[in-house]
Nanobody, 123 residues
Framework: VQLQASGGGLVQARGSLRLSCAAS????????VGWFRQAPGKEREFVAA????????YYAESVKGRFKVSRANAKSAAYLQMSSLKPEDTAVYYC?????????????????WGQGTQVTVSS
């Protein structure tokens, strides 16, 4: 499956952004989707994940209550709605896909990756 993330940009603190992850190539409903981010000089960090059906989600503590992951399998797309953004949320955001709902916080378990989209939150 090929993935393409989009929707990043520059936003003020306490603002909102919605990232999209468009999939192609294989039935999107076969994959769990994870969102990760990477700030300059830091390791790639888990943000959120959603199961293949969309029935189960999981969030990093740092974004819980502020971010919401969703998906629309009929559109081969997943989304990350980000609200109450903070400057520390500034990073390149990536979407990724894997077959099993297991070890979803470990970026090494994901076989498929989209290119990143930059999110910059100004104070």
């Amino acid at each position: 499956v090929q993935l393409q993330a989009s929707g990043g940009g520059l936003v003020q603190a306490r603002g909102s952004l919605r990232l999209s992850c468009a999939a192609s190539g294989r039935p999107f409903g076969n994959y769990a989707v994870g969102w990760f981010r990477q700030a300059p000089g830091k390791e790639r960090e888990f943000v959120a994940a959603i199961s293949s059906s969309g029935s189960t989600t999981y969030y990093a503590e740092s974004v819980k209550g502020r971010f919401k992951v969703s998906r629309a399998n009929a559109k081969s797309a997943a989304y990350l709605q980000m609200s109450s953004l903070k400057p520390e949320d500034t990073a390149v955001y990536y979407c990724a896909a894997k077959y099993l709902w297991r070890d979803v916080i470990d970026h090494r378990q994901y076989a498929f990756w989209g290119q990143g989209t930059q999110v910059t939150v100004s104070s």
